[in-house]
């Protein structure tokens, strides 16, 4: 049982790029969401979803995107990238948002753009 | 959502009891409270979850009064490694598809 698996940890790219930051978890869990983490801050939401084929904006959408075609997989892809994106990015999933669940987080995916 | 306020930062010593007051006026009738705790280079773990009262688990403890106006994160006797940066949110239900996270406070426990 891996839990929530990002990939890649680190990446650099360069301005205009884009790419695509991959989460998969493994416990069935409906509901996956993404952060960024900027240096000395707390986390910001991006997108999330309920389920699959279901996404919605967070706080921070603007410049990402996101799919969710499995349970399993819930891809953010940056469209083109910019320095105001380099951040740590988390995903987070729970099986449901009630009382006595948690969330479980991934390691992390450290970005920079130059 | 409703908003909440930390301190920044505490400093404690180890085997001493820390509390860290949470405030979030707002909160909705919906509304539980969660707390997380996040090391350096790590996502953030779940500590505890509450509604009302007090709740205690293996880690900590989770004080809520009547109002639900604020809640008080205590953790008994802490060592080197709970230096962290723990989070309180307030949201219906624990959150981590949903979830604002403030900046937290930054534990700093010294020997």
């Known amino acids: 049982n891996a839990g929530v698996t990002q990939t890649p940890k680190f990446q650099v790219l360069k301005t205009g790029q884009s790419m695509t930051l991959q989460c998969a978890q493994d416990m069935n869990h409906e509901y996956m969401s993404w952060y960024r983490q900027d240096p000395g801050m707390g986390l910001r939401l991006i997108h999330y979803s309920v389920g699959a084929g279901i996404t919605d904006q967070g706080e921070v959408p603007n410049g990402y995107n996101v799919s969710r075609s499995t349970t399993e997989d819930f891809p953010l892809r940056l469209l083109s990238a910019a320095p105001s994106q380099t951040s740590v990015y988390f995903c987070?999933?729970?099986?449901?948002w009630g009382q006595g669940t948690e969330a479980f987080f991934g390691q992390g995916t450290r970005l920079t753009v130059v | 959502l409703a908003k909440t306020t930390q301190p920044i930062s505490m400093d404690s010593y180890e085997g001493q009891e820390v509390n860290i007051t949470c405030s979030h006026n707002?909160?909705?009738?919906?509304?539980?409270i969660t707390w997380y705790q996040q090391f350096p280079s790590q996502g953030p773990r779940f500590i505890i979850q509450?509604?009302?009262t007090k709740v205690t688990n293996e880690v900590a403890s989770l004080f809520i009064p009547a109002d639900r106006k604020s809640s008080t994160l205590s953790l008994p006797r802490v060592s080197l490694s709970d230096t962290a940066v723990y989070y309180c949110l307030v949201a219906e239900g624990t959150g981590g598809f949903k979830t604002i996270f403030g900046a937290g406070t930054r534990l700093f426990v010294k020997a």
């Open positions: 509450g509604y009302k």
């Open positions: 987070a999933s729970s099986y449901s």
């Open positions: 707002n909160i909705a009738t919906n509304d539980y």
